[in-house]
């Protein structure tokens, strides 16, 4: 379980096409408090420390983690937003995130809004249900305020705003039109639009 709070920007240093894609992804946390098998969710994915160095770390992605996933994350030279899994104790700054994604967005806009950015993006229209004004979504592992929800026939848009401080301790600060982005809902809405469509059946 994460919170959505980053706390580190990690490079790709190297994608390598094995059974899986092996990604090594140079990172500033201390690595001898990372265990192998230890969870890092990266831009919004949980994936498992396969094998780690003095700055750097290894992780494992299947053919079905990059077919869901944003494209163009998963090569060398990408900046990842990431975040250690959640330990008992630790302050919930942001919201439970699980780093299982629901979909993939794309951004239909960027325009500064203050010192902010203010961002729309395009999302499935299934997920239009599990996102509320003023609830919460994670964005390439970010978490962040929903400001509006419109929905159309095929496809739901929300908007955010990117706060200076988020624009400079994640990837989000360089949003563009059409970039793509990892969409996790809260879960608990992800749960009750399951638990609704089971006694609708």
């Not at 700055?55 to 990059?66: K, M, N, P, R």
Request: some cysteine; overall charge negative.
């Amino acid at each position: 379980m994460f919170t959505g709070i980053v706390t580190d920007v990690g490079t790709v240093r190297s994608a390598e096409q094995r059974g899986d894609l092996r990604l090594t992804i140079a990172t500033g946390y201390d690595l001898q408090t990372v265990d192998l098998g230890a969870s890092i969710a990266c831009s919004g994915v949980c994936l498992t420390v396969v094998d780690k160095g003095g700055d750097w770390f290894a992780v494992d992605l299947s053919g079905e983690t990059i077919s869901r996933t944003s494209a163009g994350l998963w090569q060398e030279g990408a900046r990842l937003n990431l975040e250690r899994s959640l330990r008992l104790g630790d302050e919930l700054g942001g919201h439970i995130v699980t780093g299982h994604v629901d979909a993939v967005g794309t951004v239909v806009s960027a325009e500064p809004d203050g010192d902010s950015l203010r961002v729309e993006i395009e999302v499935p229209r299934a997920l239009g249900a599990m996102i509320a004004p003023k609830g919460s979504v994670t964005l390439d592992g970010v978490s962040l305020t929903v400001n509006t929800v419109e929905d159309a026939r095929e496809s739901t848009r929300l908007s955010i705003n990117v706060i200076p401080h988020t624009a400079s301790a994640t990837t989000l600060g360089h949003l563009r039109t059409g970039r793509q982005l990892n969409v996790e809902v809260d879960v608990l809405a992800r749960y009750l639009d399951r638990m609704l469509a089971a006694r609708a059946q």
